[in-house]
């Protein structure tokens, strides 16, 4: 296995007055790990490095779980195919003709839209959502279109999605075998998950499946979906999808020390990133990086980072590597309104770390300064003196990881994620 790996370079990221004066920032060596044969899917956030695993296979159908939304998504990255049933409406429930079938076209979710679903894909706009119409006097969506699904596990299974409860914001959805046994009809309440961006069924088990952390936990997913190869043919991939809330920028062919981020528009398709970062070489068996493609991710606090992946292991391990660099931050990251405006460099940071403010503290006033670790317990601490706009710490006793910047000025504090290395 080959890996290419990015050189390190120092430089900075220093905010004054809401602009940024951009240098080659070092790069932050991450690693996630979809286990043997992809088995898990791994939700990835930013700001604080974190992971969220969870199994692949653990659902058949997906709902989006706002209100608003119609979409309704297969497990195609599990191999799961979805047809609609040509010889009847839903009128035809009973009996069900699968002459030819594999004739038909294949439905599969819409790799760039997260609204845009398997059951969707035969939209003709709105008020038609592909498997149902709305009407706005009952706010009901009433299903139209039969279905026919192969499962992961290769049965087969016949759906009708009879409707959607907008206010209510459930689902009631039938399936059974095409003979009529092991007939389920089912109320699926979004509800209780509308902190999630989807909620899952399992139709091998009959069970509704929360597999997703909650939407602002994070910002990429690795995971294996339907996309469409360049000749045209649906094939499944191992890639990268973005979480709706965040903006991406893909640049190729660029020298791979390339940082003019702010030289192309943001995107908001899901598989920007995509999987067409790594090479398959038959000849030799490995995997390559595809060393001149760079990523820039906006998540969504606003914070730019760039993302560029250095390694590919294949389905023997899952083991994926990469490397982030914050390039633009907001200044605060509180959770609430701060008067302290700060900016932190270099970050990530091995001896030092240079803290700026915009304003000095008033006049007489001393602010503080703490460092924290991850649970949260102080490490060190310290005054700025007043009128002071820079301050130098040294971090060189700190053990690498993640730690907490909190600057305190009065009443007003802001908080700072930063690395060390």
Not at 69 to 75: D, E, F, G, K, M
Not at 140 to 152: H, P, V, W, Y
Not at 191 to 219: A, H, L, R
Not at 313 to 331: K, M
Request: charged share 20%.
């Amino acid at each position: 296995m080959k890996k290419q790996f990015l050189s390190f370079a120092g430089g900075l990221i220093l905010t004054i007055s809401g602009t940024a004066a951009l240098a080659q920032v070092p790069m932050l060596p991450q690693e996630v790990i979809m286990g043997t044969g992809y088995a898990n899917e791994v939700y990835y956030q930013f700001t604080t490095y974190s992971t969220y695993e969870t199994p692949r296979d653990a659902w058949d159908i997906s709902f989006k779980t706002m209100p608003e939304s119609a979409a309704v998504l297969i497990n195609d990255g599990m191999g799961a195919t979805l047809w609609a049933y040509p010889y009847a409406d839903t009128t035809g429930w009973a009996v069900i003709d699968t002459f030819e079938l594999y004739l038909w076209p294949p439905l599969y979710n819409d790799e760039n839209d997260w609204e845009n679903g398997a059951f969707n894909r035969n939209s003709a706009g709105y008020p038609d959502y592909g498997w149902g119409i709305y009407d706005p006097n009952t706010e009901m969506i009433t299903g139209d279109s039969l279905f026919i699904m192969q499962l992961a596990d290769g049965s087969f299974k016949k759906v009708w999605i009879v409707r959607k409860n907008t206010v209510e914001n459930s689902y009631l959805f039938r399936y059974a075998n095409f003979d009529g046994s092991d007939y389920h009809e089912i109320t699926l309440d979004c509800s209780p998950y509308e902190g999630k961006d989807m909620v899952g069924f399992n139709m091998q088990i009959n069970f509704t499946v929360d597999y997703q952390p909650v939407k602002e936990s994070w910002d990429i997913l690795f995971t294996k979906y339907m996309a469409i190869h360049p000749t045209g043919v649906p094939v499944i991939v191992t890639g990268v999808q973005g979480n709706p809330a965040i903006l991406t920028k893909r640049f190729y062919p660029v020298d791979p020390e390339f940082n003019d981020w702010e030289s192309a528009p943001w995107d908001s398709t899901k598989s920007n990133i995509g999987w067409d970062w790594k090479w398959f070489d038959l000849n030799t068996f490995t995997y390559f990086i595809e060393d001149s493609m760079v990523f820039y991710v906006k998540e969504q606090a606003g914070n730019v980072y760039r993302l560029k992946f250095t390694g590919f292991e294949g389905s023997s391990t899952g083991v994926i590597d990469f490397g982030i660099a914050l390039i633009q931050g907001v200044g605060i990251d509180d959770s609430r309104q701060s008067g302290v405006q700060i900016s932190l460099w270099p970050n990530p940071a091995t001896d030092v770390i240079h803290i700026g403010f915009e304003t000095p503290n008033p006049p007489g006033e001393a602010g503080s300064v703490s460092i924290l670790d991850m649970t949260g317990r102080s490490i060190l601490t310290g005054q700025i003196p007043p009128g002071q706009l820079q301050s130098t710490w040294d971090i060189q006793a700190l053990t690498p990881g993640p730690y907490l910047l909190v600057v305190t000025s009065g009443p007003d504090r802001a908080i700072r994620k930063f690395f060390k290395f």
